[in-house]
């Protein structure tokens, strides 16, 4: 009775894939929460590279930090049933951490260093012990369990850096967080007991391909406020407006670049694999680096919004052609992912962003992004010229492809 009682938190097999509005009441907080990783991205590109540099290290860790709270939120919500009081009440609990790292991530390596570890160590401390505890006796406890276990270890650096020196914090937090995602990679594994991969977790493979495509929408959200905040904030001129109407244009080709015939079957994919875990792995790390080029994007369009046609400083290139071309090799990977080969339309257009970065150097930021569009235009048009006329292509994953699973995974 104790383990079926713990069992109804599982999700059932008829249950819906779509997110629920809870789950899209949570995103709204990675809104808010990736425009500060913006913010802080921008203000730190006043300096020299190597200030750049470490600025960019220091916003990655806690963007990954961020990252990795929704990832394993959207874990748990495939995993088990998002009607479940229980797991409602762990969804806005974790809304409510998320919320606070958001506020404290723009000074997080300043005064509000411990705003920002103590909302993340709530989350991801009391959260398992919540779900373990709702699952009582069910074999499947375990695993928040060493949850629990790795978060605890993690807290160690985690707290050390918020408390301790400064100049100590990047090294420190670094660690952690090399800590939480080992975790996750490795699948917590524990004395006696093993690891226990998310390749053996049972989800919901289309919840899960869904999430993923929400959390690049959400990027892309993020871009487009970007673009108005910077714009209206701004004195109207000619030159603005242009950069104004090149940035959204670009958005717009993001887009569709992701979203032309990969885009779509990430859940067929992930339905018909042999071993779906592997795929949903995979895709989780690819779509972290697809959303860090939008955001990298999304720095170079305030940056450019704001000094068209100032002097091209060479550090605002690593946004407005690296972002790009982020996305372009991540999405490349993505499509490698779905149907085991990649485009050369996808190769070339990231080339071409590469040759391109030294010469934009005595160009205006103005005719950067623009020749940037052009670039992104041309990978669209090749995807549209190729795809003319033939029929939609089936996934046919190299990452388990053959199974009939219904994109449900095995217990562990």
Known sequence: ???????????????????????????????????????????????????????????GVLFLALWLLWSITTWVTSRYEPEQPVIQFVVVGTMFGAMVMAVALPRAFEDRAAS??????????????????????????????????????????????AVGPEELRLPLWALAVVVDFAGLLLGWPLPRLGPARTAGWLIAGEHLADRYQQIFLISLGETILVIGLTYSGTEFS????????????????????????????????????????????????THLVIVVGVLSTAVGYELVIVHPHGRTDPTWLVFVVGGPAIFLAARARFEYEIFGRVSRSRVAGLLVLLLLGPALTVVSPMVALALVAVVLAGVASADARRSRGRPPEPAASPLGHGGTGGGEFPAP
């Not at 938190?9 to 500060?36: C, G, I, K, Q």
């Not at 401390?125 to 060493?146: F, Q």
């Open 116 to 161: 920002f570890v103590l909302a993340y160590l709530a989350v991801m401390l009391v959260r398992p012990l919540i779900i373990a505890t709702a699952l009582r006796r069910h074999p499947r406890r375990t695993v928040p369990l060493r949850l629990f276990a790795w978060a605890a270890a993690g807290a160690v650096p985690w707290l050390t850096g």
């Open 1 to 59: 009775m104790t383990d079926e009682r713990g069992g109804r938190l599982l999700r059932p097999e008829d249950s819906s894939p779509r997110a629920t509005f809870l789950e899209l009441f949570f995103d709204l907080v990675f809104v808010f929460a990736l425009t500060r990783v913006s913010l802080r991205l921008v203000e730190g590109t006043g300096g020299s590279g190597g200030m750049l540099l470490a600025e960019i290290g220091r916003t």
């Open 238 to 285: 000619a030159d603005r407006a242009g950069a104004f109407a090149t940035a959204f244009a670009t958005t717009a080709l993001l887009w569709r670049i992701y979203f032309h015939r990969a885009g779509h079957l990430l859940a067929e994919a992930l339905r018909v694999a042999r071993s779906p875990g592997r795929l949903g792995t995979s895709a989780s790390s």
